[in-house]
């Protein structure tokens, strides 16, 4: 089997990489403590980061690298290798761009979006000019989505909808809502609603911050009264909502960013050349030696997958399974990782952003709680492992 990149990709590579070094600034990581894997850190859900998150994106979107895997007749270059390289190289340095407007409504609106919906959303979208956030769960509804309580009732040319939506990650800092809520409500319950586009700017939505275990504002609580959506924002058809918000899913969890892993491990690999404890370095002592060469191979089968993924995706396959398998292995490993930087750093490890002694900017005690993240959004660990067991492995589903 041969992995190797095609010239082409190579110099992509190349080309993104030139640039992010060019643009960002040169401190940037003493602010960005973002760890791989996770959301609560993400500096592209901080009204903080907004101003450079925001000019990071235009930038990617002039070079048209946002929209890069995307079909050539919306402006992309069909290449999910190129945009899993470019994701690759952002994460590395920790790039605060793009999001869910590029890496899922994007695609999910090429997908089975109405011709007016790509016209009015995907110019905005590739530009880096407007953004997403994900509303699907609910305070009763989460894993088990079905139970979604938020409706949208038939008003002639627009739905009426009430309720409320949780954990909406980016919310306060988008511009557009991509909710699933219920349009029939005596449908069996998986063809029972619509997913629908709602501008945050709509009267009748309130959107309340909620701080994260990380001291960040990246969740909200948005509710919705008597919110007037005109039916062209709806995303497929009436009533498919499910079958919708479960292929924007698959997008959401191709969209890692593998190289923080990389990027990690070189720190911490260097930390432990770096580093004496009782009068020899970190290096020479075998349980660290140990978990890091741990470490190492499971960054190695994580970017296998991901590779894949992107590989099938460039043979006109739906890599429906691989994706489970990828997110449960990315977010699964952030945790490790934290593990493992955590040892590694000791009692150090736990300070926070600001101390001075805090080894890498205090990004492994954010991270380690962080990484706890990663394994529930997006659907938990439980939840892929399920996907695998039924839809991978034939297995029977619970009754
Ligand atoms: C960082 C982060 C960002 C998020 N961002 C968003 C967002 O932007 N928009 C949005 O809509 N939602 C978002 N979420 C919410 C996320 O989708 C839900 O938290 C997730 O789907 C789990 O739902 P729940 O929290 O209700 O937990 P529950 O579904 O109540 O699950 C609780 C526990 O029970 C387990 N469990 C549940 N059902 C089963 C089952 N059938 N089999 C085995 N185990 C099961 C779960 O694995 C979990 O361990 C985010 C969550 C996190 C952590």
Redesign the pocket.
């Known amino acids: 089997m041969d992995f190797a990149f095609t010239k082409e990709e190579l110099d992509f590579r190349r080309e993104i990489e030139a640039f992010v070094k060019e643009v960002l600034p040169p401190d940037w990581d003493e602010w960005a403590v973002y760890w791989p894997g996770s959301?609560?850190t993400m500096p592209q859900l901080e009204a903080e980061f907004q101003e450079i998150s925001r000019r990071f994106s235009r930038m990617l979107g002039e070079k048209g690298w946002l929209g890069i895997g995307w079909p050539k007749e919306y402006g992309g270059q069909g290449s999910a290798m190129k945009a899993a390289i470019s994701g690759d190289v952002l994460s590395y340095y920790r790039f605060p761009a793009g999001g869910v407007a590029t890496t899922i409504a994007g695609p999910t609106l090429i997908l089975v979006g109405s011709e007016e919906l790509k016209k009015e959303f995907l110019p905005g979208i590739a530009s880096g000019e407007i953004g997403f956030?994900?509303?699907?769960?609910e305070p009763n509804?989460?894993?088990?989505l079905v139970s979604l309580k938020t409706t949208a009732v038939d008003d002639g040319d627009a739905f009426i909808v009430n309720g409320q939506?949780i954990?909406?990650?980016?919310a306060h800092v988008t511009e557009y809502g991509w909710v699933i809520a219920k349009t029939d409500m005596d449908a069996p319950a998986h063809k029972s609603a619509t997913l629908m586009i709602i501008p945050n700017d709509t009267p009748g939505v309130t959107i309340k911050p909620i701080i994260?275990i990380c001291g960040n504002h990246s969740?909200n609580e948005v509710f919705f009264d008597d919110v007037r959506v005109p039916k062209r924002y709806v995303v497929g058809e009436v009533n498919k909502g499910f079958y919708n918000v479960m292929l924007a899913l698959q997008f959401e969890r191709m969209s890692v960013g593998s190289g923080g892993f990389r990027r990690v491990l070189e720190e911490l690999v260097r930390f432990a050349r770096e580093t004496e404890r009782d009068g020899r370095p970190l290096s020479e002592d075998p349980r660290v030696r140990k978990a890091l060469a741990a470490i190492a191979v499971e960054i190695e089968v994580f970017l296998t997958f991901y590779w894949q993924s992107a590989w099938m995706q460039d043979r006109g396959q739906v890599p429906e399974l691989e994706a489970s398998a990828l997110k449960l292995v990315f977010t699964e490993l952030s945790v490790k990782l934290a593990d493992t930087a955590m040892d590694l750093l000791g009692p150090f490890g736990l300070l926070d952003k600001g101390s001075k002694r805090a080894p890498f900017g205090g990004r492994v005690g954010m991270g380690y709680l962080d990484a706890i993240?990663g394994p529930?959004?997006?659907?938990?660990?439980?939840?892929q492992k399920?996907i695998l067991a039924t839809r991978g492995l034939g297995l029977p589903r619970k009754k």
Do not use: H, P, R, V
Request: aromatic residues 18%.
């Open positions: 959301y609560g956030w994900l509303g699907y769960s509804a989460g894993s088990d939506k954990w909406s990650s980016g994260n969740f993240s529930i959004g997006a659907g938990t660990s439980e939840i399920t």
